[in-house]
């Protein structure tokens, strides 16, 4: 088989276009990742925040049995934004709601969510949800913080998998 300069050069050419192919698909995944890292950085530094931390304190330390408890001691005439336990509340579904929705959507990391707000994320959930049940049936949004409810539930099934994973490899 004889191979002449013509040949060789568009062999070449090709080969040159596939490497170039192969590097700009890995440029953007890397600058995909690079841009969700950035993004949950950002987040997160919200998250830190002296004002979310309050915000925080104030939701956790919040306290009602059921809805009707919650409604008692929560709710004003003038509406729940008044209280700032409400404002708080309002302020920490808002950052979970967000992180949710870029979860869903598979624009962020599944892992780096867990290890910089799963247990957090857990934490309040389990705290608002007879809340959020209440009123989304009271107010008829049943899709209210639903993002937020995604966020939680994919946060238990990963804690469970790594409960399961640690409990096979003991």
């Known amino acids: 088989m004889e191979f002449d300069i013509t040949s060789v050069s568009a062999i070449v050419a090709a080969a040159g276009v596939l490497v170039g192919v192969v590097y700009y698909i890995l440029e953007i995944r890397h600058q995909s ?13 919200t998250f830190g925040s002296e004002e979310f931390q309050k915000a925080l304190m104030k939701t956790l330390s919040m306290d009602f049995k059921d809805y009707n408890d919650f409604v008692k001691k929560y709710y004003s005439p003038a ?7 409400m404002i708080a509340l309002g302020t920490v579904d808002v950052l979970f709601e967000e992180i949710g929705v870029l979860l869903h959507r598979n624009l962020i990391d599944p892992r780096l969510v867990d290890d910089l707000f799963g247990y957090m994320a857990i934490l309040v959930w389990e705290k608002i949800k007879p809340a959020v049940e209440g009123w989304r049936k009271q ?13 939680y539930n ?14 096979k490899g003991e």
């Open 154 to 167: 994919g946060m238990k099934k990963r804690e469970r998998k790594l409960q399961q994973s640690s409990v």
């Open 139 to 151: 107010f008829q949004i049943p899709r209210s913080l639903q993002q937020f409810e995604y966020l």
């Open 33 to 45: 990742k690079v841009r969700q890292t950035d993004l949950l950085l950002r987040i997160y530094s």
């Open 79 to 85: 509406g729940w934004s008044e209280k700032p336990e």
